[in-house]
């Protein structure tokens, strides 16, 4: 039978150790915390028609997170009240809630969650994600700019384009032409709260 005095230094020594394992490294990077303005930030969208169809998203949240000081390993994340469009006329508001192209009551968020982000200038990025709405999801590009890097604030902003059809907005509008190409305009206001600086690439 082991002793009691061989027993006790192993039962300290294995708890020490899944202390130790459970807290994060000293040695870790720790990323920036970044906050986003809403009320200081825009998500709209605007598409070719013979007559002017353009409009916002009046309710949205978005999140932005970074594991380390490195941009690209950053994760955007942006979801959208589709029935909070806003196009000035209830007319179009009203079909574009509809079954035909957002179809609101069975699906009523249009969200993009990045998978990955690639720097492709000082200031630029394309960011790739799973965007959807009316519950279809594909691959699409955010591609966008920053402002402000080292000042702990600044602006992202960009733009997006999809082909209305691929995710079922196949109808159209009575009386109007309209495209099939949406662009999306995003520009966040953002912040940060904590953290180190983000390293950009020159």
């Known amino acids: 039978m082991k002793s009691i005095k061989n027993i006790l230094p192993l039962g300290v020594a294995l708890h020490c150790l899944l202390v130790l394992t459970a807290l994060p490294s000293l040695g870790q990077a720790q990323g920036p915390v970044y906050t986003i303005t809403l009320d200081q930030s825009t998500i709209k969208f605007s598409i070719k028609a013979s007559v002017h169809v353009a409009g916002a998203f009046d309710q949205w949240d978005a999140t932005l997170t970074f594991p380390s ?27 574009l809630k509809s079954s035909e192209f957002f179809n609101v009551e069975q699906d009523p968020l249009i969200t993009f969650l990045s998978k990955k982000i690639v720097q492709t200038g000082p200031d630029t990025f394309d960011i790739q994600g799973d965007f959807t709405i009316r519950g279809v999801t594909k691959t699409e590009t955010l591609r966008l700019s920053v402002s402000g890097k080292g000042t702990g604030s600044g602006t992202i902003s960009g733009t997006m384009v999809f082909n209305r059809k691929d995710f079922g907005m196949n109808k159209g509008i009575p009386f109007v032409r309209i495209g099939d190409q949406v662009e999306v ?7 940060k709260a904590s953290g180190p600086p983000l390293v950009f690439k020159q």
């Not at 490195?70 to 007319?91: E, H, Y």
């Not at 305009?185 to 912040?191: A, H």
């Open 69 to 95: 000081t490195d941009p690209t390993t950053g994760v955007l994340t942006i979801k959208v009240q589709a029935a909070s469009v806003n196009t000035g006329s209830r007319i179009k508001n009203d079909k």
């Open 185 to 191: 305009t995003v520009n966040l206001k953002v912040r």
